[in-house]
């Protein structure tokens, strides 16, 4: 942000199916009670047999931004100082980075403008950037327009094949000549961003606040162009986009106790591990339901009749380990599972994360979480059970956006116009199916 700022920026077994979507949903905040619905079977294809692999090492280009509007999170250190939480979170972060075993090739840049107004990559070493966060930054440097930071930052990613992550306030800040961009802020996102979509790679979105000492630079200029601050908390994000199974691993192994909000776009799993689980006592079946084969290791498929006086109830195991975590929280799951019915009435049940003694069981050590479902009654002789996850998103994107960020003491964790932002990300994402997954299970009536 130049005075006037800118931001950079699941041995599928036998039949499943995972679908990925860019029709995404605003997030539920509240208990929902799960109701029958008829599945959906346009274009929606049959799983693969196979496990999705992880990588297990990554290139990443780090980016962070450097202009006036970030000195306020980096104050020099001195004793008896502490240091800021963007400090502690950034310095472990370059730490495995730069010393970890899941980064192979890195490489640092710092983030700022030249005299043009152009966006510069300057490229440094990893001490330079250690420097810099837990020293401040002491130039007087500009950030360029945020949706220009982003797009060389992801060009430049493209062009080395690396994953990018990339750490701003993402406080945009147009050229003073150019005040329109406010307008057009969704879209110039999104066109910054276009790589992703033709690439065909994910973004994900992490959010926190540190406390911010010195000159803050709004976005909204008035009534006051710029404001001291002494500890407030100000909105910073980090922001990873890259292949999916590479964006995983950064975001599961090397940035790991990720803050509390996360937003996931182009996300999606054709493969997931999963099966009817029929014979363990501690998941008893109720009712008539059996594998519809006698042979499988995994049942994906099974016979039912479920009566009046006596319903059927079963469960299913779900190996989510590739997810994103917080995708994976069981009370994440009780808002947003869905079940999907043809040819029966049926609802959720309790879901359940494997404990340690269910690891420990051969026949359930496959499974992260464990999903019960109720079918009181059959309305056709074969029919489908599809448990999905809709793409979604999360209702902290507009807690943390605000039409006037000029008083942050005031209205603290905000920033201009985020909600924007991310409807640019969004729309990279639009032509693409609607759940994280879909796996399908099939049943029989039973004679």
């Not at 994953?163 to 057009?184: E, K, M, T």
């Not at 008539?288 to 059927?312: D, F, L, W």
């Not at 779900?318 to 009435?345: F, H, I």
Request: glycine share 6%; hydrophobic share 35%; proline share 6%.
């Amino acid at each position: 942000m130049p005075i006037t700022k800118s931001v950079s920026s699941f041995y599928l077994l036998l039949s499943l199916l995972l679908v990925v979507s860019g029709c995404y949903k605003k997030e539920s905040s509240g208990e929902e009670t799960e109701t029958t619905t008829t599945v959906e079977k346009k274009d929606e294809p049959r799983p693969t047999a196979t496990a999705p692999a992880e990588s297990s090492k990554v290139d990443v280009n780090l980016y962070l931004e450097v202009s006036n509007g970030m000195k306020g999170f980096m104050p020099p250190a001195e004793a008896g100082r502490k240091p800021t939480e963007f400090q502690s979170r950034l310095n472990k972060m370059i730490s495995e980075v730069q010393d970890g075993i899941y980064v192979d090739s890195k490489s640092y840049y710092l983030a700022k403008q030249d005299n043009q107004g152009r966006p510069v990559l300057d490229s440094v070493s990893y001490n330079t950037l250690k420097s810099t966060v837990v020293s401040g930054i002491k130039a007087n440097v500009l950030g360029t327009p945020l949706p220009a930071m982003l797009q060389a930052a992801l060009e430049n990613s493209v062009a080395q094949n690396t994953v990018s992550i990339i750490i701003s306030d993402f406080i945009h800040g147009p050229d003073p000549r150019d005040q329109g961009q406010f307008i057009s802020l969704d879209s110039d996102i999104r066109s910054s961003l276009k790589l992703a979509e033709h690439k065909g790679l994910v973004v994900a979105v992490l959010a926190d606040a540190s406390s911010f000492y010195g000159s803050y630079y709004p976005a909204v200029k008035k009534p006051a162009v710029s404001r001291k601050l002494d500890g407030e908390a100000i909105p910073y994000y980090i922001w990873v986009i890259g292949k999916q199974e590479e964006v995983q691993v950064v975001i599961n192994k090397v940035l790991r106790n990720l803050p509390a909000q996360q937003a996931y776009f182009g996300f999606g799993y054709t493969r997931l591990p999963y099966s009817a689980v029929l014979k363990s006592k501690e998941f008893r079946p109720t009712g008539i339901v059996y594998c519809t084969s006698r042979t499988a290791e995994t049942c994906t498929s099974v016979n039912m009749q479920p009566k009046t006086e006596e319903p059927v109830a079963f469960t299913i195991g779900l190996d989510l380990s590739t997810l994103p975590a917080s995708m994976q929280e069981v009370k994440y799951l009780e808002r947003n599972l869905k079940l999907a019915a043809n040819g029966c009435r049926a609802s959720l049940g309790e879901i359940k994360a494997a404990t340690e003694d269910n690891k420990a069981m051969p026949d359930l050590s496959t499974y992260t979480h464990f999903v019960q479902v109720n079918v009181p009654q059959l309305t056709a002789n074969k029919g489908s059970i599809a448990l999905q996850l809709p793409q979604l998103v999360p209702t902290w994107i507009e807690n943390w956006s605000t039409e006037n960020d000029n008083d942050p003491a005031a209205d603290p964790k905000k920033t201009y116009q985020f909600n924007k932002i991310i409807d640019g990300v969004q729309a990279l994402y639009r032509d693409q199916r609607k759940h994280v997954f879909s796996l399908t299970m099939d049943f029989n009536k039973a004679d």
